[in-house]
């Protein structure tokens, strides 16, 4: 007959009395409320500015470009002006943004060789069946397979500074975008002779929408093939159905001046990427980042909600507790 059978183990139950539960009320409602507020002020402070490029108003410039097909030659190109109220101190983060477009379905997700994208060649000339419909092509392997690959974002976006009816180019840094184990751990080209990618690559074929082969992303051989940025980057899927991956980075070269100073700047699009088939929509997303990343106000209004009911039930509760507690509650019982 073991204690825990006659369910006699020490236990310790916490009697909850108004000298327990107000003070933690209290104490909440004082923690949340500043953390909220300073979260909440860190977020108004980033710089954000977002177009939206789809071009499903008659007026807007893309607009020519809407029913773009995925091997339209030459690609539409469309540019679109805008003005920048407010500078931007700090190094800016440049976006795409895509609407309506569901990279967390289940068989969206899974279609993918995570051994061929490790560098495997054996999965390289043979993929996965989960590939599937896009495991080959014309008798011939696919690689990168899968719907992931397939459905990658391929616009082309410039930014122009205008100063005096003069264009100036913005420089647009293509590598840092990934994340360091994306890049050196989980994509990893095929063995061999890492300087000829067309040989590694030999005997596959590329995905059905891609207009060139995977070895002729980049002209640089430490962002080629497997290895690019911007297809690792599309390769971790969103989970919502509107996201934003980063697309490139603006660096601040002088302390003394802003990234993007306040003026008219220009955005050049090439402009590949057909999305108003499913109802989609395509933004470009300029911002800069703090301490806890991009600009996020939900975090802070939570913070700030959840300890201003804290503090709120803390005086309601004193309130009653000062008003009944000392009250005799035992019952007299006539003889």
Known sequence: NPAFNLQRLPAWQPILTAGTVLPAFFIIGLIFIPIGIGIFVTSNNIREYEIDYTGT????PCNKCLNVSWDSTPPCTCTINFTLEHSFESNVFMYYGLSNFYQNH??????????QLN??????????????????????PIAPCGAIANSMFNDTLELYRIDNDTRTPITLIKKGIAWWTDKNVKFRNPTGDGNNLTAL???TTKPVNWPKPVYMLDSEPDNNGF???????????????TFRKL??????????QPTLQAG??????????????????????????????GKNPFLGIAYITVGSICFFLGVVLLIIHHKYGNRNTSADIPN
């Open 57 to 60: 108003e008659p007026s807007s």
């Open 106 to 115: 289940r068989r969206y997700v899974k279609s993918r060789d995570d051994s």
């Open 227 to 241: 290895i690019n940025e911007d297809f690792i980057v599309w390769m971790r899927t969103a989970a919502l159905p």
């Open 201 to 203: 690559f030999q005997g």
């Open 119 to 140: 560098g495997d060649n054996s999965s390289l000339l043979n993929p996965s069946k989960e590939c599937e419909p896009y495991r080959t092509n014309e008798d011939k």
């Open 247 to 256: 697309y490139r980075l603006i660096e601040r070269k002088n302390n003394l």
């Open 264 to 293: 008219n700047y220009s955005l050049d699009i090439a402009y590949n990427y057909p999305v108003h088939s499913f109802d989609g929509r395509k933004r470009m997303i300029l911002s800069t980042i703090s301490w806890m990343g």
